[in-house]
């Protein structure tokens, strides 16, 4: 209808401008390239036809000046639209494309969810059965003997004299572990400062006499400084169980050359042999804990001469130290 009525205005018209508008606006309406293709050719013949019919019949100059306009129209129309319909195309496939990708996005932030939440989920998992094998090997020795003892004591008329206070040192015992199971589930704030007070409350606690030297420590990273407090807590708690030693001393440094977080814990205590396995899971979950953090566990020890321990761990500073 559009073609019919542009082609009416041309019979009664000198000029055809309204075609510079009909061509563009068949292009607009139709929805495929091939449909506007054709549209484009018909109303191109179109005119050809109504200009050879308003110059009288046809005639070679005629012909030839209609069949040049019909095809340089038809030709610039055709061409025009073509570069517009590839720059869509390529429009709509960008759109697409940040479509896919936000999509992507979307699922790689879900998915880094979900990964932070097993992470969690088994860091949980793994403090869970640290704590268990804490209470298998402290509080669930002391309490069975408390047991054994009040057993003892109730089958016997007449109480041993110590008995009531064997009784009572394995009751502190096992309230000094149960508190230091609270204080090793808290992150410490300076790893220093956190082994010198227990190296203070094992000094106020029993006749062994601990020191600290953290003169060439350098502040570390937060998880870095809980493996090693753990060691240190586990340490002291053997040199005050098994060792009856006088003095202990811990040395806490960085190793400049190898670049490595180094704790060392001595004892002049009456030792053991290292190279029998050991009946506790202390050693053992020391060992392990450190390996999974990239580390080692060094023991040297002999009957009569104390107990060295050196736990060894790659350094990692602490943030906003500038190391």
Do not use: C
Not at 26 to 48: K, P, Q, S, Y
């Amino acid at each position: 209808m559009m073609t019919v009525l542009a082609m009416a205005l041309l019979t009664v018209s000198d000029n055809g401008l309204h075609l510079f508008v009909t061509f563009p606006l068949i292009w607009i309406m139709l929805e495929t390239f091939i449909r506007g293709l054709l549209a484009t050719v018909a109303a191109a013949t179109a005119m050809v036809l109504v200009v050879i019919w308003s110059e009288g019949g046809v005639n070679g100059d005629v012909l030839g000046s209609a069949l040049a306009m019909g095809f340089g129209v038809a030709a610039f129309s055709i061409g025009l639209a073509a570069w517009i319909w590839r720059v869509e195309v390529r429009s709509h496939e960008r759109r697409e494309l940040v479509a896919r990708l936000s999509e992507t996005v979307s699922e790689l932030e879900a998915a880094r969810a979900e990964l932070a939440s097993k992470e969690r989920s088994q860091g949980a998992a793994d403090e869970r059965a640290r704590i268990a094998a804490d209470i298998h090997d402290t509080l669930a020795q002391s309490f069975s003997s408390i047991a054994i003892l009040a057993q003892a004591a109730r089958q016997n008329d007449s109480v041993r004299p110590g008995l009531i206070e064997q009784i009572e040192v394995a009751a502190r015992d096992g309230l000094a572990e149960a508190r230091g199971l609270l204080a090793r589930s808290r992150p410490p704030m300076d790893l220093a400062l956190a082994v010198k007070r227990l190296a203070r409350d094992l000094s106020e606690r029993t006749r062994i006499r601990a020191s600290v030297d953290s003169a060439r420590w350098q502040p570390a990273a937060t998880r870095l400084e809980v493996v090693l407090l753990r060691v240190a807590q586990e340490a002291l708690r053997n040199v005050e169980r098994h060792s009856h030693a006088g003095e202990a001393r811990v040395i806490l440094k960085v190793d400049d050359v190898d670049d490595v977080a180094v704790l060392e814990v001595h004892d002049d205590g009456e030792g053991f042999d290292a190279d029998l396995p050991s009946p506790g899971y202390g050693l053992h979950g020391t060992r392990s804990r450190l390996e999974i953090e990239g580390g080692s566990l060094g023991v040297a020890a002999s009957r009569g001469h104390g107990t060295t321990l050196t736990a060894r761990l790659p350094f990692q500073a602490a943030e906003g130290t500038g190391a």
